[in-house]
């Protein structure tokens, strides 16, 4: 039974950090890419960032690019989030995904496990 527990999220005042977590369990966490996705209240779910199955190449979206970066251990089937310089907008749930197959990192269709998110509030 594959699982994704996200952690790490919190309250932090505008300009603050976090890191967040997503430990794996149940699959061969290096034959994934793995993502990381947000839904804001009102907003439908989007990309937000991911890395490949090596960890040699990462990807975001223009909004987070340059403020956040995603990592993975997977020596701990970990895989992790480190937000900085955040914003109000920022507020939301954070997901992380596992992709085994196919092209591209930003359709959610294509991720085929995917945790229970983790809340992420960002205060002016």
């Known amino acids: 039974q594959v699982q994704l527990v996200e952690s790490g999220g919190g309250l932090v005042q505008a300009g603050g950090s976090l890191r967040l977590s997503c430990a794996a369990s149940?699959?061969?966490?290096?034959?994934?890419?793995m993502g990381w996705f947000r839904q804001a209240p009102g907003k439908e779910r989007e990309f937000v960032a991911a890395?490949?199955?090596?960890?040699?190449?990462?990807y975001y979206a223009s909004s987070v690019k340059g403020r956040f970066t995603a990592s993975r251990d997977d020596a701990k089937n970990t895989l992790y989030l480190r937000m900085n310089s955040l914003k109000p907008e920022d507020t939301a749930v954070y997901y992380c995904a596992a992709k085994q197959r196919g092209q591209g990192v930003a359709g959610q269709e294509s991720y085929d496990y995917w945790g229970q998110g983790t809340q992420v509030t960002v205060s002016s």
């Open positions: 149940g699959l061969t966490f290096n034959n994934y890419l």
């Open positions: 890395i490949s199955r090596r960890g040699d190449s990462t």
